[in-house]
Each structure stands twice: as C-alpha cells, then as structure tokens.
C-alpha cells in the first residue's frame, strides 16, 4: 500500500489565502487602523492554516503508529552537519519566550512559545497527540542513530538554564530536558573580572565573577534539579578570560557551584569539567584548556575523582592541551608535558590557584592541603612540574620513550634522542 500525505498546503488553499491578501489590501485603504486591519489578516490567516493542518492530522490518525512513525522519521530526516533540535527552534536552542502564555492559545492566535516552529511540528496545527508521537520519535533517533557514540549534545549558557529548565515543552506536560535527555549537556560557565578596555564591558554584565546570590542561587537550583532525570553526561565548561591571574570571586564561585556539581555525581550522572583559560582575541597567548578526563600521555587515565596526591600535581600540565602534541603548517611539535610552566611569552603559574581551587571546592580532594602541585628548577630558571622522576632518568610517561618505542619522534628541536627503553632504564614502580 503506497500512502501520500502533503505537508505543503493545496491549491484550494492557496486560493483561499489570496482572496485572504485581497481582503487585507482592501481593510488596509479602507480603514485608518493599519494595526487591526493586519491583526485581523492574521488571524483569518492562522484559522485557515489550522484548518488546512486539521485534514493532514486527520489523515495520519487513519494510518498504524508504525506507518506513521515511518512518515514522522522522514520529516525529522538530517544530515550530519544539522543542529539535532533545529526542527523545533527555529534559530538556535533558546528557552522559550517570557511571555507564552500558561494556556492553551485561542483558535485565532498561536502561543509564543510556538512562534516559528515548522507547521508540521507545531501542536497548535498538527494536535498535541501527534506532536508528542513526534517528539518520541525523535528521542528514538537520537538513541539509535547518533546516540551517546557519536556525541549528540546540547549546551546553555548558565543564565539560560534555568528558564530552560522550569519551562514546559509547547504546553505537552515535558521539559525541555526531558526532551534531550539521551544528549550530552554543556553548560558554559564563564568569569569575569572589572576591565578599563571597552570590549570587556559586555562580559561584566555576564560574568560569574559579577553574579549576584540570587543569580547564583538559581543556577545551583536548577542545576540539583536534573537529579530527577536521567543520569547522563554533564560538562561543567568554565571560560576564564582573565590574564592576570585568578578570576574575582573565584573561591566563592567553584564552592557554590561544587554542590550541584557533586549532586549530580552522587545520582549516577557523569560529571565533567573543561576549563578554558585566556583571551579569545589573542589565540597565541593563552594558558589552553584543562580537559579534566583526558590525558594524551596515559593509557589507563582516571577520573578526577579517584585521583592521588601526585595525579593531582602532575595533571595540572598534563591535561592542559598547551602541553600536549599540536601540529602547525604541516609540522608536529611534542612539547615536554611537565614544562616548562615559565615560558618566555606566558608563565603558567599564573593559573595554578584556579587549579587548586577546582580541587578543593569542586571535587573536595584533599582540601587540607592548600597547593599540591610541586614545581622544580631543571636550570636556566625553567620550572617544571615535579613528576617525582630522577634527574635524566624519566619513566613517568610515553615522552620519554622513540617512536620505535611507541613514544614520539619530533619536537620543536629535532628528533627524540632520550628513550629510557633505549638507555635499558627500568620504570619506578
């Protein structure tokens, strides 16, 4: 059996919204109430919109849920470089407008809520019981097809977390979250501390750093709110553009956030943290990125949580991506991931208090010890992060190996001429 449905208006429609626009051309020159004659246009407009939308409904209610889970696939149907939730907000992933209103819309009006929504997607055309079969599948899609394996995420920015989360999804009786709830989240997190400069003068109005209590206070709410739904991954994604040492507030920050942050650890869900630190504008001066689960140098790389005493001091290099391979017109540098923290053009201790702090406030891991990352002077000044190795003879990671050895081959000076293998020096057990 072939079934075809058009999700495009017929020609009796279209006829119908032309007499419409003449209709509207003549209460134009006829009335000295441009605003009502174009409000009333509007709605004759939304009522034979609806009505037209009513005889499609009708006709997918005839057919199985498996057939018309198949027509629903096709209309969800996107290509890999499309926004998963791009049907159903018609620029970006913003919480919907303070206005909607509570109650279903009238005949004549649509709720702004749903401005903008694709008619077929709209329960204000289509019928709530359609949509929402729309949107299971599409929650089965993300299941099966991209799925946590290829990473399906969203992300907010904390001032929009909490009207996205308290607001209902098109008055259908689910959040927002729910929706996703087989994504990934982000939440941007970002600092920012007084500037004389004037391009700074809009992330004043934004920044954690400048955050009231009650602004704070609603973001951990909303934040321990997820507790109630499905365990998934969450990203803490701080950005830090301050480039003269620790952002303002910094302490205060990371402690209140630590709760929702340990909460949602506690309820099954995977909790990580990224932290960006330095001046977009300026991509060559930068103190890079902590990716807090991600270590290029180790193959059995632990979650912060069960990090030791020497993790926590060594990782403070060794996840920030300045320290790890990179590549630049064709040519691939390693640089030491112990160092040096001083360099000519940044010095990297600038940072350390914002590390330390993300220890004892976010993850409370040895939080009777004030510093644990231990520095070392290997000559001419340079510092290093002590990996508790002998002097010349380095065991403690995959840099210290050739590339016959499976360690690296390049650097900025040349090729690899330390291999502890090589030398027949056995690892520090």
């Not at 308290?166 to 982000?186: A, K, N, P, Q, V």
């Not at 995977?270 to 180790?298: A, E």
Request: net charge neutral; aromatic share 10%; with cysteine.
């Amino acid at each position: 059996m072939r079934v075809r449905i058009a999700l495009v208006p017929n020609k009796t429609d279209l006829l119908i919204r032309t007499r419409l626009y003449d209709k509207h051309l003549s209460l134009l020159a006829s009335s000295n109430d441009a605003k009502a004659a174009s409000s009333e246009f509007e709605k004759a407009v939304v009522r034979q919109s609806k009505a037209s939308c009513l005889v499609i409904s009708t006709k997918l209610t005839q057919l199985p849920r498996e057939l018309r889970d198949i027509i629903y696939s096709h209309v969800l149907e996107m290509q890999p470089y499309d926004s998963l939730l791009a049907h159903f907000f018609p620029k970006k992933l913003i919480p919907p407008p303070p206005c909607c209103n509570s109650r279903s819309s009238t005949v004549s009006t649509i709720c702004p809520c749903s401005t903008g929504l694709k008619h077929f997607l709209n329960p204000e055309f289509l019928g709530k019981n359609h949509t929402l079969e729309i949107l299971d599948v599409f929650k089965t899609y993300i299941r099966s097809k991209n799925g946590r394996r290829y990473g399906a995420e969203y992300s907010l920015h904390r001032s929009e977390f909490a009207p996205f989360a308290e607001r209902e999804l098109f008055h259908l009786g689910t959040t927002l979250h729910e929706l996703c709830e087989d994504m990934r989240l982000i939440v941007r997190l970002n600092f920012a501390d007084t500037r004389t400069e004037e391009r700074y003068t809009e992330r004043l109005e934004i920044g954690l750093s400048n955050a009231t209590d009650d602004e704070m206070k609603r973001a951990v709410q909303a934040l321990s709110a997820l507790r109630s739904g499905k365990p998934r991954r969450i990203t803490f994604a701080f950005s830090d553009e301050t480039l003269d040492g620790p952002p303002k507030n910094m302490n205060h920050v990371l402690r209140t956030l630590g709760v929702p942050f340990r909460e949602l650890k506690s309820s099954g869900f995977d909790v990580r943290l990224t932290y960006n630190s330095g001046d977009r504008g300026l991509p060559l001066d930068v103190f890079g990125q902590w990716n807090l689960v991600s270590n290029f140098w180790s193959d059995h790389f632990l979650e912060p949580w069960q990090w030791t005493l020497k993790d926590w001091s060594v990782n403070f290099t060794m996840t920030n991506d300045r320290f790890q391979p990179w590549g630049m017109m064709g040519d691939s540098y390693t640089v030491n991931p112990h160092g040096p923290v001083n360099k000519p053009h940044k010095d990297f201790r600038l940072v350390l208090p914002v590390w330390e702090s993300i220890r004892r406030e976010l993850y409370q891991a040895f939080v009777e010890i004030d510093e644990v990352v231990k520095l070392v002077d290997r000559g001419d000044g340079k510092m290093f992060v002590d990996c508790g190795c002998e002097a010349d003879r380095h065991t403690c990671c995959d840099y210290y190996l050739c590339d016959a050895h499976g360690g690296w081959d390049n650097d900025t000076n040349g090729p690899n001429t330390y291999c502890y293998k090589c030398r027949g020096i056995e690892p520090v057990k």
